[in-house]
Structure formats: C-alpha cells, structure tokens
C-alpha cells in the first residue's frame, strides 16, 4: 500500500519516492495516482491545475506551462469544456525537445522577452503570452471572454490593454489575424464572462455599446450602486442575474434595494438571467431597444 515517505509532497517523481526510501514494489502498488508516466500521487488530480501541480515534478529546466493551461493558473475565463480536459500545455524554446507523453500536449515557441513567469511556484507563460497562444484553441468570442477576464474589475492585478496590445503587435503568431479581430473588441472593467457576453449579444444586435460597471449617483452626487450595463443618456440600466443573486438570500435583498432606489430616481432596471441567455437571446435586444424607444 501507498505510504508516506519524508520530503515527499503529494505528487513526487519515481526516482524521488525510491530516494525518499519507498520501494520499488511500494511504488508499483496501484494504491498510487498515476497521472503522467514516472509520477507517482497520494491523490488523484482533478482540475487542470491539480494536473499542473502532479506534472511539475518531472518538468525539467526550460520547460513552461502554456495554452490553456497558463490561462487556467492565471485564472482566466475558460468555457467549461476546455477547463474539463485533462491533460497539460506544456512549452519549450527553440534548441529543447518538445515533451511528449501521456496527458501532455507538447509546444515548441518562439522565445519572447519575458515569455514565462511564476505562479503558484510554477513556470508559467506569462498571462498576455498565454493569451495570444489560446488563438489556436478558442473561436472569437471566447476569445474576447478571456482576454477581458485580464482586464476586470476586481482582478488582483488586471493587466492593462496596452500589455495586450503589446503582445499581439509583437506578430509572428499563430492565428494572428484571430489575435488582430480579437484585440479591438476587448473592454476594461468587466466582473464576469457573462457580462462579456451580454455586452457583445448587445452590440451585435446593432444597440449603442453600453458603458460597462458604471456608478450610478443620485441629484446630490451620491453614490447609489455600480451597475452591469449602462445608458446614462435614457437612464437605462442593464443587470445580468446568475444563479448566485437567487439563492443567496443576502445578495437577493440587497438587490431589491438597489433596484428599488434606481425606479425611485427613475431609472429603467432591465434584469436578464442565465436561462435568457441560453433560450431567450433574440428577445434580449428587442427588450432593450423598446426600453430605449420609451425612453428616447
């Protein structure tokens, strides 16, 4: 059976465990997790960034996560799809051998200036490089969704779009006009994917782009709340609910507040919920466009 060993973390390499005085029988033993050839774990990764934790054991000198799985470790927006899949993005530079493996997906890149950093105590692509790499793994829109998760609003330190500007400029990348669509549609000051999402289902429809996590203040200049979307000139205001608002009861009331002092200043407080999202999508901008008409 798997048994503890000194200096052994929760994922160790083969060699490591026979150092740290385990067996080779021990270490055969199927009471192991066995994620990626020659690594041995007390329990078995389930995201990709646990992955990324049970693969750096082995990662030699000049290898780097990438792709999506630099996205994930800087906590970028993925579709849940892509943040499901087990295996690893991993990267060399020119003059190393990609890796190969079980649950590894090897990437041999150009070698930027300041191409990896640390995160987690791991080598990975730094966030706006990991970002123009996902051009070969996502479509436009989740495209934008990610690069706007580096710019939000609450992000412990949100990169600027001029870093991202930077990055796509520098050329020479795959799928690079992907990267050239992509980079004007990206906005600052987002909170969530669906904010994202609601904001470009708006614009596409051919409505006026809304300012985005605006304050709204009273007559006097008080501060009455932050709101998702915002036309300041008709006084319309546009909410996107998830499932959060409805089952916190905390969240819910003071939602009703909020709402209750924006009518009462008269503003319009359109509130569109997930399941809009997912069935309803061609009403939203008739809903919006007639507020507008009321207003206009």
């Given at each position: 059976?798997?048994?503890?060993?000194?200096?052994?973390?929760?994922?160790?390499?083969?060699?490591?465990?026979?150092?740290?005085?385990?067996?080779?029988?021990?270490?055969?033993?199927?009471?192991?997790?066995?994620?990626?050839?020659?690594?041995?774990?007390?329990?078995?990764?389930?995201?990709v960034v646990e992955l990324a934790e049970h693969y750096a054991p082995k990662m030699p000198v000049g290898q780097f996560f990438s792709h999506t799985t630099a996205a994930l470790l800087h906590g970028m927006w993925l579709p849940l799809v892509v943040e499901q899949r087990t295996e690893v993005h991993v990267a060399v530079r020119p003059g190393q051998?990609?890796?190969?493996?079980?649950?590894?997906?090897?990437?041999l890149l150009v070698d930027r200036p300041g191409l990896v950093t640390e995160v987690q105590g791991l080598p990975v692509a730094r966030a706006e490089e990991a970002w123009c790499q996902l051009a070969t793994v996502l479509g436009l829109d989740d495209l934008v969704?990610?690069?706007?998760?580096?710019?939000?609003?609450?992000?412990?330190?949100p990169l600027t779009?001029?870093?991202?500007?930077?990055?796509?400029?520098?050329?020479?990348?795959?799928r690079q006009s992907l990267l050239n669509r992509a980079l004007p549609e990206l906005r600052a000051g987002v909170r969530s994917p669906k904010e994202t999402e609601l904001r470009r289902l708006i614009v596409a429809a051919g409505l006026p782009e809304p300012l985005i996590n605006e304050d709204v203040l009273d007559e006097q200049g008080r501060w009455i709340a932050e709101c998702d979307l915002v036309y300041p000139?008709?006084?319309?205001?546009?909410?996107?609910?998830?499932?959060?608002?409805?089952?916190?009861?905390?969240?819910?009331?003071?939602?009703?507040?909020?709402?209750?002092?924006?009518?009462?200043?008269?503003?319009?407080?359109?509130?569109?919920?997930?399941?809009?999202?997912?069935?309803?999508?061609?009403?939203?901008?008739q809903r919006i466009r007639a507020a507008i008409a009321s207003r206009a």
């Amino acid at each position: 059976m798997a048994r503890n060993a000194p200096g052994l973390g929760d994922a160790f390499t083969y060699s490591d465990g026979l150092a740290a005085g385990l067996t080779p029988a021990e270490l055969r033993h199927d009471s192991w997790a066995k994620p990626f050839h020659g690594v041995r774990a007390f329990t078995a990764p389930t995201t990709v960034v646990e992955l990324a934790e049970h693969y750096a054991p082995k990662m030699p000198v000049g290898q780097f996560f990438s792709h999506t799985t630099a996205a994930l470790l800087h906590g970028m927006w993925l579709p849940l799809v892509v943040e499901q899949r087990t295996e690893v993005h991993v990267a060399v530079r020119p003059g190393q051998r990609q890796p190969r493996g079980r649950g590894v997906r090897g990437h041999l890149l150009v070698d930027r200036p300041g191409l990896v950093t640390e995160v987690q105590g791991l080598p990975v692509a730094r966030a706006e490089e990991a970002w123009c790499q996902l051009a070969t793994v996502l479509g436009l829109d989740d495209l934008v969704i990610a690069g706007e998760s580096l710019l939000a609003k609450g992000r412990p330190q949100p990169l600027t779009l001029h870093a991202l500007l930077r990055a796509v400029r520098a050329g020479d990348r795959p799928r690079q006009s992907l990267l050239n669509r992509a980079l004007p549609e990206l906005r600052a000051g987002v909170r969530s994917p669906k904010e994202t999402e609601l904001r470009r289902l708006i614009v596409a429809a051919g409505l006026p782009e809304p300012l985005i996590n605006e304050d709204v203040l009273d007559e006097q200049g008080r501060w009455i709340a932050e709101c998702d979307l915002v036309y300041p000139q008709w006084r319309i205001v546009i909410e996107y609910e998830g499932e959060l608002h409805f089952v916190d009861k905390a969240i819910l009331l003071k939602d009703v507040h909020r709402y209750e002092l924006l009518q009462a200043l008269g503003w319009r407080v359109i509130r569109i919920t997930k399941d809009d999202l997912a069935h309803r999508r061609d009403d939203i901008p008739q809903r919006i466009r007639a507020a507008i008409a009321s207003r206009a």
